[in-house]
């Protein structure tokens, strides 16, 4: 049990690192061959940030952990909005001034919906998945579309100032890239070697490991940019961070991962943790969106999103131990 201890510390930790470097330098790269600065902020950080989750839960999936890859991918989405996003508001009110992002709240509203529509049944189908990476590639080609305009757009202005900060020659952009790539499937399958003789060892399910200690460790590239990039006053870009990481997750993760090997899906996941997942959703919906004005989420809110996190893990581990 302590070989498990130590393989998911040392995998959570070079996860974490790898993940930096491949965001760093695909970012980088993009900048090199002339990729607009809301493209990289929209598509390419978005990707880079969901990588880990990417990986661990189509690793998870193809070893036959089916609860391992949901509970990361709908974990991870519990966490980007409760703890990153009300740890961040409760440190630095979050204003929200991009346009491009007020649209893709609802467009992530609607798609947790479809979610949770494709939950009911108790499975996520080969069908299933199709059609979650078909939303997601007409997703991204709305994309592209929004990130060719030639429109202003506070996200895009902060995205330009991100990469001046994190300049590096193209050929350092590139090794990176490759190599912080290469370091997130070494440490993903660690990581999940390890999630699973803990699970195990422990009596309790795949689902909770991924929903809690998994889905922690692989948002936390999220929660530190979020950070960073309040404390630079870069609101847009920390909310940003986590929209498109909800995105990838919902609809590229457990697409992937449903295509891999198609998941039966235990009710908890519909009755507590698709509902938990909507209803912040939702929340940050209503938060953000600004019905009458810039949307902002102050300290009140993020104090509240942090208070539903620590209820809801502290739930699940109850429920895990006290069975």
């Known amino acids: 049990m302590t070989t498990a201890f130590l393989a998911v510390a040392f995998g959570l930790a070079l996860l974490v690192w790898s993940a930096d470097r491949f965001v760093g330098g695909s970012a980088s790269a993009a900048r090199h061959f002339g990729m607009p600065p809301l493209l990289i902020g929209m598509v390419v950080v978005g990707f880079g940030t969901s990588a880990p989750e990417m990986v661990v ?70 069908a299933d998945a199709l059609a979650l990476l078909g939303v997601f590639g007409a997703l991204m080609a709305w994309t592209l579309w929004q990130g060719l305009q030639k429109k202003a757009d506070a996200l895009g202005s902060e995205m330009e100032q991100e990469l001046e900060v994190r300049a590096m020659p193209v050929g350092r952009a590139v090794v990176w890239l490759v190599v912080g790539l290469a370091l997130l499937i070494v440490s993903s399958r660690i990581l999940v070697w390890g999630a699973v003789e803990i699970a195990q060892g422990f009596g309790v399910s795949d689902l909770i490991i ?114």
Not at 66 to 76: D, E, F, H, Q
Not at 250 to 256: D, E, N, S, Y
Not at 262 to 286: C, H, K, N, Q, Y
Request: hydrophobic content about 50%; charged content about 10%; overall charge neutral.
């Open 57 to 126: 839960s189509a690793l998870a999936a193809s070893q036959g952990n089916p609860g391992l890859a949901l509970g990361n991918a709908y974990g991870s989405n519990i966490t980007n909005i409760a703890l990153i996003l009300g740890l961040t508001a409760l440190i630095s009110p979050i204003a929200v001034h991009s346009q491009v992002l007020r649209k893709e709240l609802p467009i992530l509203t609607g798609v947790t919906a479809l979610a949770a529509w494709q939950l009911r049944d108790g499975e996520i189908s080969g």
């Open 210 to 323: 991924g929903l809690t200690i998994v889905a922690v460790g692989t948002s936390l590239p999220e929660l530190a940019s979020s950070l960073i990039a309040t404390r630079r006053g870069e609101h847009d870009i920390a909310l940003g961070n986590v929209l498109g990481s909800n995105l990838f997750n919902t609809l590229a993760v457990v697409g992937i991962a449903g295509m891999i090997q198609p998941m039966a899906v235990g009710t908890e996941v519909f009755s507590r943790d698709i509902a938990v997942m909507a209803a912040l959703t939702v929340s940050l919906f209503v938060f953000g969106y600004g019905f009458r004005g810039p949307g902002r989420i102050n300290r009140f809110e993020g104090a509240a999103l942090l208070a539903a996190y620590v209820g809801y893990t502290a739930y699940l581990v109850g429920g895990a131990f006290g069975q």
